[in-house]
């Protein structure tokens, strides 16, 4: 499952080089899930029934041992079902898509990385922060497969995204100190993008 993070986040997958063992092999498994369903939805299905299976029989593992709530699962099922039928946007549906497509994404790798509840806050804006600035990145692909989760002027989007990284940034802390390099490596990947947008 690593390589599937390494081919499609090579981003993330650098920053995450100095994590501990278990805890990557965590985030691959989760990142494996993440994939396989997003490129369902998308009519790309690439991957062999038995692979398949193992990888969401993973992910399951995977909600059990950090205890991961029900609701965020659903939730991401929620917003890639809504890919279905949905392709344009306006701010106010696309932040409701990103409650399941990033928000709850950010909650789950809070608790892989061993944050309490109360960073929850935190890690659904940084989540969601990192959801907005792909959408921006990859504007045109987008559109290409007929989605249109932003609009082309990005202005409104990349205010939301400042306000979202600070936020989510504000809960660094909760964040065990040997563990918070690569989010910082990342966060700060990402905000060279967003200058580069402006």
Known sequence: MEQIMEQYSTTFYKCMEKWPIEIKEDVYKL???????DEVVEGMDIWESGEKIDIVNQFNLIVDKYQMEQEWVDDFHHAMLTDLHKRRHTVVSMLEYCKG??????LMMSRILGCPPEADHHARA????????????????DVDKGYHYITDNFNAYLEIFYQDIDNGMDGLGYIPTELQQPIIQATQGYMEIAKGLE
């Open 31 to 37: 990142y494996a899930y993440l994939r396989v369903c």
């Open 101 to 106: 497509s990033a928000e709850a994404v950010g």
């Open 126 to 141: 940084l989540g969601r922060a990192y959801q907005i600035i792909n959408f921006m990145r990859d504007y045109e692909e």
